[in-house]
């Protein structure tokens, strides 16, 4: 197939570009078993993938690009897959963090880091902070995410904030709640890709997706290319967004 090479086309290209896209990275075991390699194969080609199109993106002009690393329900893989991907988010803070001012990332973590190792949250807490006054894309990684732990957090936030009197219940509405979100001051992806044939949204931003159009593919997520994600941008690009109305 012909891929497009949004990039590189050296004449302008009129594609309408999503400003926020959302994705979900699936598909990484079946990658490895495919091949007789153990998960953690799959995981770490699946790094490799999510440095290439983060990089893509950035450069293209994608202005938020939200990555599912690990959810809240992956808790119950086996332990070694479950170190072998925090290893892999070590690793990648590591050389993030050297990288940071030549990429020009701003780099975000979403999701109940609470319970991460002291040095994990201590590399994230620094990588934040190298990376916030960057003015390229906005990277948020949801680790330890679920979109129903997030809403509940916000909703859990209102409460306490009409409990001091911060807050009247009359003026709950849903931009007190956005406003309590994890990527607050953040527009909704308008985009969310998932590949590996799944078409499901497992628990992924489920305030904010409520408008996003959606692409999935058959391709295992060690095998995305930045062909795949112009194809999807090109979709993207011809639907016709009428939130809700005609
Ligand atoms: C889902 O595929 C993938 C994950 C639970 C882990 C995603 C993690 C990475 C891509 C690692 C690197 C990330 C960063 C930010 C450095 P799956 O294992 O559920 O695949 P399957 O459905 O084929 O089993």
């Known amino acids: 197939m012909k891929l497009f090479g949004l990039f590189h086309k050296k004449e ?9 896209i959302g994705i979900i990275m699936d598909g990484n075991g ?5 091949r007789g390699m153990p998960r953690s194969a799959g995981h770490s080609a699946g790094a490799r993938t999510f440095r290439a199109i983060t990089r893509y993106c950035n450069r293209i002009g994608i202005r938020y690009l939200t990555v599912y690393a690990f959810s809240t329900e992956n808790w119950s893989r086996p332990k070694e897959e479950v170190d072998a991907i925090m290893k892999l988010f070590h690793d990648y803070l590591v050389e ?17 880091l609470s319970v991460l190792s002291p040095e994990l949250l201590s590399l994230i807490a620094e990588a934040e902070e190298t990376s916030l006054h960057a003015t390229g894309m906005t990277l948020n990684i949801a680790i330890n995410y679920g979109g129903r732990q997030e809403i509940a957090r916000a909703a859990k936030m209102i409460a306490q904030d009409v409990r001091e009197g911060k807050l009247l219940v009359n003026n709950i509405n849903e931009k007190e709640l956005s406003k309590r979100i994890y990527t607050a001051e953040q527009p909704d992806p308008d985009l ?3 590949p590996s044939g799944e078409q499901r949204l497992s628990n992924f931003l489920l305030w904010q997706a409520a408008y996003a159009e959606f692409w999935y593919s058959d391709i295992l997520w060690p095998d995305f290319t930045t062909g795949d994600l112009d194809r999807a941008l090109e979709d993207y690009s011809k639907r016709n967004r009428r939130f809700g109305g005609v």
Request: hydrophobic residues 40%; without cysteine; aromatic residues 8%.
């Open 12 to 20: 302008k290209t009129t594609l309408i570009l999503p400003q926020h």
């Open 30 to 34: 079946r990658w490895a078993k495919k």
């Open 96 to 112: 993030a963090l050297e990288k940071f001012r030549s990429e020009n990332i701003r780099t975000r973590f979403i999701g109940d």
């Open 192 to 194: 969310i890709i998932r």
